[in-house]
């Protein structure tokens, strides 16, 4: 890239200074002109612009990337492709890295705690959405002028070059020193656990100010090392070490996937429960940090010629697979590592209906009936589908937070054949059925159909058969009931006790010797923006475990900001329901047109690029502007509720360049 391009401005940014070259590309402190900030721009080389392969997995990955929804994880503001190249505006990061700061000696926990826990929060949310990083160091974790973390360069993954017309496979990719022993191994099927030991080694650097092995020894000494040897105990080498630590930091460093943490939340957990001092401080950046021989740091990232490139032998014979080549390279493979790297995070999905016994499809494939209890489904979210015979087909998306369980309860509605085959709507009359004690099974023309209180929704018009059973009570029944549509009809019952011994034909369960049935369930209620939760005036701070009745149970979660989310929970006697508040929306706002990509404006504030935003209850006005550019759609307007389902949105608008 010419020098030249200095105190030019390109499609918005004015270049300002080169920070650093890498082999593929150069990267550039600029100012976007439109927002007067500072931002980090990495520019492309020529040859890969111009292959039109790599830039349409390039592009599509990198919006991948910009999803994650992250304050610890330098932040993608634009992908942009313009006469002078493609090229990439991100945040810029002027704080220096950690591998700065460990260069003074090594770091005391109560001062590296907050900023670690930190680290592990970027990956919980990056492996969230499937992105696995696979090259972290002290190198790739910048630092912000006030001491928190920014993790960078994600991702190392398949790049299809056109000069050979073929995959190359990046098996072994990383920095050697904090590979795990899995990546050294060349193993394919890398998870997020791989990133835990990378962290690992991270802490166990930074608070002894060494690596648990020598760095003197040969590439292949290294390697061994790293698969085969078993590290000396972090408290060899780092003194006040509090309670716990030195084990925590070793079972990140397990040379098997399965002894280390499950995934970063347990990791994350355990590391909580580790004090520091009463009052840690953030990590200073003050001052210039020194700087390591051949290495150039670039806005806070070290681009290193050393150490060199390790080479290594795939399966494949002749295939030669590398390590390194520059951050600049691995910023240009990390928007391809999402598609070729399936998501490992998964949701556990509960989906109940009135009536039960539906089939339940999510993105296409049937995952059970209902009552439908925790089933895992992988990715973001996707496509649910709930099909009964004689009701209305429920067909909608899903939308998944992190770490949070989706907790569903459909009513059906009723349709009827038209006479010709087909199905048509028909008008839906209500019954509502409640018993004392509650809980009775209710059982309609001879079908149990749920449990007290129970409303049964009916298209049919015919007389109904109506008996309500509980275990240690005399049945009670109702035949002939009509229905109208125009007025709910209900029925209220009041069992009474068996009290006289049954006799030898009598039917099981309706003895005054059974042992009477539970009356209660257990509610587990979670906010997922913090606030409190509440449950029968009993109230909790952000989540809580509940003995409530069985029935249907009016949930509320009270948030500072965002106001209540209220909404209705069926308990099972014995059972352990699951239910999540939800106070903020997912709205996936997109460009189409002779553009498609925008900047998204929130009652006219710039809420970044076009993609997945998050907005919190109440009526937005959203609109898409580009300079050069007008919207066909006026604003939208959008409104978001908070409840027990997450609501998702998708907003279009198609741009016209301006004549």
């Not at 014979?317 to 070729?340: C, E, S």
Request: proline share 7%; glycine share 10%; charged share 20%.
């Amino acid at each position: 890239m010419p020098d030249t391009y200095i105190g030019q401005e390109i499609d918005g940014f004015r270049i300002l200074e080169e920070l650093g070259r890498g082999g593929m590309g150069v990267v550039y402190k600029a100012e976007d002109v439109a927002l007067a900030r500072p931002v980090a721009l990495k520019m492309i080389a020529r040859e890969l612009s111009r292959d039109e392969s790599f830039v349409r997995r390039f592009r599509s990955e990198a919006r991948a990337l910009a999803r994650i929804n992250s304050s610890y994880i330098t932040s993608i503001y634009a992908l942009r492709r313009t006469d002078d190249g493609i090229f990439i505006v991100m945040e810029f990061i002027g704080g220096g890295t950690l591998g700065d700061k460990m260069e003074r000696g090594p770091v005391r926990w109560a001062d590296i705690r907050a900023p670690f826990l930190e680290m592990i929060s970027a990956l919980e949310h990056a492996h969230g959405v499937g992105v696995i990083h696979r090259d972290i160091k002290p190198g790739n974790i910048l630092l912000t002028e006030d001491g928190h973390v920014k993790v960078t360069d994600f991702g190392l993954a398949k790049l299809h070059t056109a000069d050979q017309g073929m995959t190359v496979t990046q098996g072994i990719a990383g920095t050697l020193y904090y590979m795990s022993p899995e990546q050294v191994k060349g193993e394919r099927n890398l998870d997020g656990r791989s990133d835990l030991y990378a962290l690992g080694i991270t802490i166990y650097e930074a608070l002894s100010g060494r690596l648990p092995f020598d760095r003197g020894g040969s590439e292949f000494s290294t390697m061994r090392k790293i698969v085969e040897d078993q590290y000396p105990p972090l408290g060899e080498f780092a003194r006040d070490l509090p309670p716990g630590l030195e084990s925590a930091v070793m079972k990140a460093l397990a040379k098997s996937p399965d002894d280390r943490y499950a995934n970063a939340a347990a990791m994350r957990e355990a590391f909580e429960a580790i004090p520091g001092d009463a009052a840690p401080a953030r990590l200073n950046t003050n001052g210039p940090p020194p700087r390591r021989e051949a290495e150039t740091v670039v806005a806070g990232e070290a681009y290193q010629s050393a150490p060199p490139p390790v080479v290594t032998k795939q399966a494949v014979p002749k295939q030669r697979m590398m390590i390194g080549g520059g951050v600049f390279a691995v910023l240009a493979l990390a928007a391809l590592a999402y598609f070729f790297w399936p998501s490992g995070s998964t949701t556990p999905l509960s989906v109940s209906t009135d009536p039960p016994g539906a089939a339940v499809y999510f993105d296409g494939r049937e995952i059970g009936r209902t009552p439908l209890e925790s089933v895992a489904v992988r990715g973001e979210g996707g496509r649910l589908r709930v099909e009964r015979v004689g009701y209305a087909t429920v067909d909608t998306t899903l939308s998944f937070t992190e770490g949070e369980p989706m907790n569903l309860l459909l009513p059906l509605v009723a349709v009827a054949s038209t006479g010709d085959g087909n199905v048509g709507s028909a008008r839906v009359a209500l019954l509502n059925v409640a018993s004392n004690p509650s809980g009775a099974t209710v059982v309609i023309d001879g079908q149990r159909v749920g449990e007290t209180p129970y409303t049964h929704r009916d298209s049919t018009g015919r007389p109904l058969s109506v008996r309500l059973e509980r275990r240690g009570y005399q049945p009670y029944s109702e035949t002939g009931v009509v229905l109208n549509p125009a007025s709910p009809r209900e029925i209220r019952a009041d069992l009474e006790r068996v009290t006289t011994l049954p006799s030898d034909n009598a039917p099981p369960g309706n003895t005054a010797s059974d042992p009477p049935p539970a009356q209660t369930g257990t509610l587990v209620l979670r906010s997922n923006e913090g606030g409190t939760v509440t449950v029968n005036g009993q109230s909790r701070p952000d989540s809580g475990t509940f003995t409530v009745p069985v029935g249907t149970q009016t949930v509320r979660c009270t948030h500072p900001d965002y106001g209540n989310a209220t909404g209705p929970v069926t308990i099972r006697a014995g059972q352990t329901t699951t239910a999540t508040c939800y106070f903020q929306a997912n709205v996936n706002v997109q460009a189409t047109g002779e553009s498609t990509w925008g900047s998204v404006w929130v009652n006219n504030r710039n809420a970044g690029e076009t993609g997945v935003i998050k907005l919190p209850p109440g009526t937005h006005t959203v609109e898409v502007r580009r300079s050069g550019f007008r919207s066909v759609e006026p604003p939208q307007p959008v409104t978001i509720r908070a409840g027990l389902v997450q609501q998702t949105e998708r907003l279009v608008f198609t741009l016209q360049k301006e004549e």
